[in-house]
């Protein structure tokens, strides 16, 4: 799948967004906060973009009676995912979503496997704080953390996404 650097994300973003309309009136209830970009422009041509402000996470929302807030991270030509993806404020925002009692984790998507992985935030921030590695392979995120296909997760009604974000967030609570 190839994605132009403007619309990097949105694939995925779109696939998050067809589960959560096909689980509504299943206790699937999940807001998207797009970032807003600001042309950056040089004599007159629009030569890039830059955040007109910074979001948090890119979802937040109720998975079946259980808050959740996560961010979409996406891997289109690499086979591991590089912590540098991550910003500092996401972190602490995730962290803090879980010490305050919600499930908070990363969907990243291997586009080129076809396999989405939700990460926990408890899994993943000792490996984020510590930044050796500097990236996680998909080899040892997969083995790491639950992984599902493009389309288990795009399912309408009460899609495997959301099954598995539930069952996740039920363990973590105990």
């Known amino acids: 799948m190839s994605i132009a650097q403007a619309n990097r994300g949105t694939a995925l973003e779109d696939l998050v967004l067809q589960a959560a309309r096909g689980g509504v009136g299943s206790g699937i209830a999940i807001t998207h906060s797009p970032a ?3 042309p950056r422009r040089e004599g007159g041509k629009v030569v890039g973009a830059y955040p007109e402000r910074t979001n948090t996470v890119d979802f937040t929302g109720v998975v079946m009676g259980l808050p959740v807030a996560f961010d979409a991270k996406e891997v289109t030509v690499l086979n591991r995912f ?3 993806n991550l910003t500092e404020e996401q972190a602490r925002f995730l962290e803090g979503y879980a010490a305050a009692g919600g499930f908070a984790f990363l969907l990243i998507a291997w586009w080129r496997h076809d396999l989405l992985t939700i990460a926990p935030v408890n899994d ?8 050796r590695p500097r990236s996680i392979p998909f080899a040892d995120a997969t083995q790491r953390w639950r992984s599902l296909t493009a389309r288990e997760a795009g399912d309408a009604g009460c ?3 959301w099954r598995e974000v539930y069952r996740l ?4 609570q105990q």
């Open 36 to 38: 807003r970009w600001k």
């Open 124 to 131: 993943w921030l000792p490996l984020w704080r510590a930044a």
């Open 82 to 84: 590089d912590w540098d």
């Open 159 to 161: 899609g495997t996404l």
């Open 169 to 172: 967030a039920r363990s973590a």
